[in-house]
């Protein structure tokens, strides 16, 4: 896998217990040349840690959205990528916070489309860990996607995603909140664009049943409904 070809986009919220084995893992990937860390307005050492395990750390001083972090971080990579001189922008593969160890597994992701076979790869986790949540959220991802492009990934919210630059900015402006990867597949598919789905063993932290949990859930529910209704 060529060197520095792919910049690691990590989008955290009050993650200062996890984010330390993400990015060290993230760091390790065969092709990884940076990892960004956008704080997404943490409360706790999430940007600290990051900062001091190596990642470049950008922060919003209040929380925006999963969305908003997302574009943050692709712009800090391409600003680097300015620095640098580089000839060819780096790809993006997205990962969330909470992976922990299990980042050391994403490379998978990267590789279709550093071949040139895949404008987007989207993760279908194979591990057996019970994620938490009803499906009501991943029902009306998949139902809406397969309605609107006439297929569904197997995981459609899953946002460990890598992209091309060029696939990246074709989906700009990006849906808000936990509509993104909604949109990102609805959007790029309509544009022709190639998404694999590639299996990787990686596992985050379950959500799940007490309030908090609950309302995080019905503001997915409203963006991923939101995304959808402006797509039909």
Do not use: Y
Not at 120 to 145: D, N, P, Q, R
Not at 152 to 160: D, F, I, K, R
């Amino acid at each position: 896998m060529p060197n520095g070809d792919v910049a690691v986009v990590i989008p955290a919220k009050d993650e200062a217990q996890r984010i330390r084995a993400t990015v060290r893992a993230a760091a390790e990937l065969p092709g990884v040349g940076v990892v960004v860390v956008v704080d997404d307005g943490s409360v706790d050492g999430t940007a600290a840690i990051a900062r001091d395990v190596g990642a470049v750390v950008t922060r919003h001083d209040r929380n925006r959205g999963k969305a908003a972090a997302m574009e943050t971080g692709a712009e800090a990579v391409r600003l680097l990528d300015q620095q640098e001189k580089r000839d060819d922008p780096r790809h993006l593969l997205f990962l969330d916070a909470d992976l922990a160890d299990s980042a050391a597994f994403a490379a998978p992701l990267a590789q279709p489309v550093l071949s040139g076979q895949a404008d987007m790869t989207i993760a279908a986790f194979s591990s057996t860990v019970k994620l938490g949540g009803h499906g009501i959220v991943v029902g009306l991802s998949s139902s809406g996607t397969r309605r609107a492009i006439g297929w569904s990934p197997v995981q459609p919210l899953n946002g460990q995603r890598c992209l091309t630059r060029a696939a990246f900015e074709a989906a700009r402006p990006l849906a808000a909140g936990f509509g993104v990867e909604t949109a990102l597949t609805i959007d790029l598919a309509r544009q022709g664009m190639r998404i694999t789905e590639v299996e990787v063993p990686l596992a985050h932290r379950a959500t799940g049943t007490d309030l908090r949990s609950q309302l995080h859930r019905a503001r997915q529910l409203a963006d991923v409904a939101r995304a959808l209704a402006t797509r039909r």
